[in-house]
Nanobody, 125 residues
Framework: QVHLVESGGGLVQPGDSLTLSCVVSGRAERPYGMGWFRQAPGAEREYISTIDSPGRSTHYADSVKGRFTISRDNSKNTVYLQMNSLLPEDPAVYYC??????????????????WGQGTRVTVSS
């Protein structure tokens, strides 16, 4: 089985940067795509970004485009989310997810099979 563990969340001020990490353990049967989602209190889980299995193709939600960057280091089994220019509307629990069926999963949470436990990001002055 594949397991995901996120880290890197914390309290930052508006305009600050933060990098989240997601370490993947276990063995997948085929190359897998990864994604980041977030969920604020009382809100639906929101798609943030996705990256394909080799790390060449990425996609972002409009809300984070130009501010967040997804990347992966397959030699370290780790996916990253670099978050710059954090805004007051960015606080949430951030989750990474793996799609064991799709090399480039896309924006729908339904195509992701494995989820991490989440890491909380708080933005406050």
């Amino acid at each position: 089985q594949v397991h995901l563990v996120e880290s890197g969340g914390g309290l930052v001020q508006p305009g600050d940067s933060l990098t989240l990490s997601c370490v993947v353990s276990g063995r997948a049967e085929r190359p897998y795509g990864m994604g980041w989602f977030r969920q604020a209190p009382g809100a639906e889980r929101e798609y943030i970004s996705t990256i394909d299995s080799p790390g060449r193709s990425t996609h972002y939600a409009d809300s984070v485009k130009g501010r967040f960057t997804i990347s992966r280091d397959n030699s370290k089994n780790t996916v990253y989310l670099q978050m710059n220019s954090l805004l007051p509307e960015d606080p949430a629990v951030y989750y990474c997810a793996a799609s064991l069926k799709w090399a480039f999963p896309g924006t729908s949470a339904g195509v992701y099979d494995v989820w991490g436990q989440g890491t909380r990001v708080t933005v406050s002055s």
